[in-house]
């Protein structure tokens, strides 16, 4: 079938199929609840370049990532983005609704832009906070954290613009001139990051491998490096109840919870009250202030390596491999099958000793297993054994924090 949108004719195919089975939504509903929050979607997404996360097989399946732009229609721009690496992609860039209903068709659910407008791919025009919780860490503790993360930035003259991950952390966007590049921005982020450990210890943590950050927030600065994405405004999440990653008033960060926020609440919520981040565009901000605590605060300490042989960093932390997996939730089975037999060591583990990792490949994720012994007597750990799912990406292995 096709749709009238902004006066394009898109296509939508298939478009009866069930997305999210607990609430029902469709392909089609989700194309139409995109159109609907097209103004808040597109002060997020449009303008910029974008890595498309395409669902083909549905939300319990692994998402693959395209760059790459497919073959589109005239009302889809693009930017070709240079990599470190040496590659480049030309990536697609939406700009009005019909943009969002053709890439909703592609399967994608949530909107993954960069950090740059497409007219110019060198300098960042946002700084994003990522506000990434530890197992065992609630919602109230994520707040906090973010109400220290608006007092760094005002202090800095920076506003902050919360809104939902539409998982379990919280973003805070802000608007910055584009006058630095992507290394200036990361050291900016990384040293907000410290100065919000600086004040809220033990709550919040800029400690980049994992298996050190106990059950704290990390502020995710490394979501400023200029080959990452962050799912943007009024996205819709793979969750069951079709979760939306939704914009808030600081006023409501402490009343809501995420879950109250979904594909069907938002559209109820966007009809009622439009979008509370319709100013963001208006509070462009200098990273002036966050170089000079920079500068104040010296380098950021780096974290030990050992000599493993390869040159690749070995942790203080005492840490076992379980398994590598194509799918998370065969990590989550691999991880349940290690406590099964390891009861003794696995009723003193703390929630974030048990360390699922996203390794994000060329186009996909694989899922990393491991446990930190660090709170298990010496005497008392279970060897490294055999891997129970190893796993091996056609594209090889990778790195994670």
């Not at 003259?157 to 379990?168: A, E, I, N």
């Not at 600065?221 to 996205?235: G, I, L, M, P």
């Not at 994000?360 to 709170?375: C, E, M, T």
Request: hydrophobic share 40%; aromatic share 6%.
């Amino acid at each position: 079938m096709y749709l009238e949108v902004d006066g394009h004719d898109v296509r939508v195919s298939h478009p009866d199929k069930v997305v999210f089975p607990e609430p029902g939504l469709t392909k089609l509903d989700l194309v139409r609840y995109y159109v609907a929050v097209a103004d808040g979607a597109l002060r997020g997404a449009g303008g910029r370049p974008m890595v498309l996360k395409r669902f083909v097989k549905g939300i319990e399946a692994e998402p693959f990532f395209q760059k790459r732009v497919p073959d589109h229609p005239d009302y889809i721009d693009t930017a070709v983005l240079r990599y470190a690496s040496g590659s480049s992609a030309e990536e697609a860039v939406v700009r009005n609704a019909a943009g969002l209903a053709w890439v909703v068709n592609l399967g994608c659910l949530d909107l993954n832009p960069h950090g740059v407008r497409a007219e110019d791919l060198d300098h960042p025009d946002e700084l994003r906070v990522d506000l990434d919780p530890m197992p065992g860490v609630d919602w109230s503790q994520i707040v906090d954290v973010a109400f220290v993360a608006r007092e760094v930035l005002d202090d800095h003259g920076l506003v902050g613009w919360p809104k939902t991950s539409g998982s379990r952390g919280l973003h805070i966007l802000v608007r910055i001139a584009p006058d630095h590049d992507f290394k200036a921005v990361r050291l900016a982020a990384e040293t907000l990051a410290r100065e919000v450990e600086n004040r809220a210890p033990g709550l919040a943590t800029a400690r980049w491998w994992k298996e050190e950050r106990g059950e704290s927030v990390f502020v995710d600065f490394n979501q400023n490096a200029k080959d990452r994405t962050v799912a943007s405004a009024y996205s819709v999440r793979p969750r069951p109840d079709a979760r939306v990653s939704t914009p808030l008033d600081w006023d409501e960060v402490r009343a809501r919870r995420p879950e109250e926020f979904t594909v069907r609440t938002v559209l109820e919520r966007f009809a009622e009250r439009g979008d509370p981040h319709a100013g963001i565009d208006d509070a462009i901000g200098t990273l002036d202030g966050l170089l000079r605590l920079a500068d104040e605060l010296g380098p950021a300490e780096k974290p030990p390596r050992g000599s493993s042989g390869d040159g690749r960093r070995v942790s203080t932390m005492p840490l076992i491999e379980v398994a590598r997996t194509k799918t998370r939730p065969e990590a989550e089975q691999a991880l349940a099958q290690w406590r099964d037999a390891h009861p003794a060591a696995s009723a003193l583990l703390h929630p974030a000793d048990a360390l699922i990792d996203g390794m994000r490949g060329s186009s996909s994720l694989w899922y990393r297993v491991r446990i930190n012994l660090q709170h298990v007597p010496e005497a008392e750990r279970p060897e490294q054994e055999p891997l129970l799912d190893d796993y091996d990406p056609p594209w090889g292995p990778s790195t994670h924090r």
